[in-house]
């Protein structure tokens, strides 16, 4: 499977936990997104890389969140100190920036967190 | 700032029927517009795509939208529905330069066998 993937699929923690996750993209995309699903609501993005750069980060982004891509492949978003309400699907996009009115983000099945 | 409505919350169409999901959105720039399908706790899988030329645009599955200007809309329709048409489904706009993607709140698609 050359999809995106993200690992773990589930996540239970306790509030105040440090809970990290993983996002491999599509091998050949330069492009890394990271949004966030509540329940009954669309993604709202969080944050993206071109390679390992992060260029925009959404104020939802508070500063309990962090996320990397050291070597311009693999992601991690890393949540300190959780609260309940973190408590969503966190979802990983890829696309490749060749041109960019073309991109297309292709998104990998999510890690749904459950903060007690 | 861009935006995006989908007006129904959930639809329901018989197996054979034709469907339509609705989508409506605001930008200041010029739009580029998806269309995304979320099965039960899985992650989004990519339908179709309007970036310029053609109005109507044809995607997977069977599915093809609408590209309308003057509406400011891009409804997602399909001929024949099937019942595992049945999902959760996302219109997402994106505008110009801007990178990230600006979803609708999802619409419930039941096909009825």
């Known amino acids: 499977d050359t999809g995106v993937s993200q690992d773990p699929r589930h996540k239970i923690t306790k509030r105040g936990q440090n809970v990290t996750f993983r996002c491999d993209p599509i091998?050949?995309?330069?492009?890394l997104y990271w949004y966030r699903q509540t329940l009954g609501q669309g993604p709202e993005f969080l944050t993206y890389?071109?390679?390992?750069?992060?260029?925009?980060k959404s104020r939802l982004l508070s500063d309990r969140f962090s996320a990397e891509r050291p070597k311009g492949s693999f992601s991690t978003l890393e949540i300190q100190r959780t609260e309940q309400g973190d408590s969503a699907m966190y979802l990983c996009a890829s696309s490749l920036s060749e041109r960019d009115f073309q991109e297309t983000q292709y998104f990998g099945p999510g890690t749904r967190l459950l903060v007690l | 700032a861009q935006s995006v409505a989908q007006p129904e919350d959930q639809v329901n169409v018989a197996e054979g029927n034709p469907l339509t999901v609705k989508c409506t959105y605001s930008v200041s720039g010029n739009p580029y517009l998806f269309w995304y399908v979320q099965y039960p706790n899985r992650g989004l899988q990519f339908l179709l795509k309007y970036i310029t030329g053609d109005n109507l645009v044809k995607g997977s599955y069977g599915f093809e939208a609408e590209f309308n200007k003057s509406q400011t809309s891009f409804h997602l329709k399909k001929p024949s529905a099937l019942v595992s048409d049945s999902a959760l489904y996302f219109c997402a706009v994106r505008e110009g330069s801007a990178r990230q993607l600006t979803f609708g709140s999802g619409t419930q698609l039941t096909v009825l066998p």
């Open positions: 890389f071109q390679n390992e750069a992060q260029l925009e």
């Open positions: 091998s050949e995309h330069n492009r």
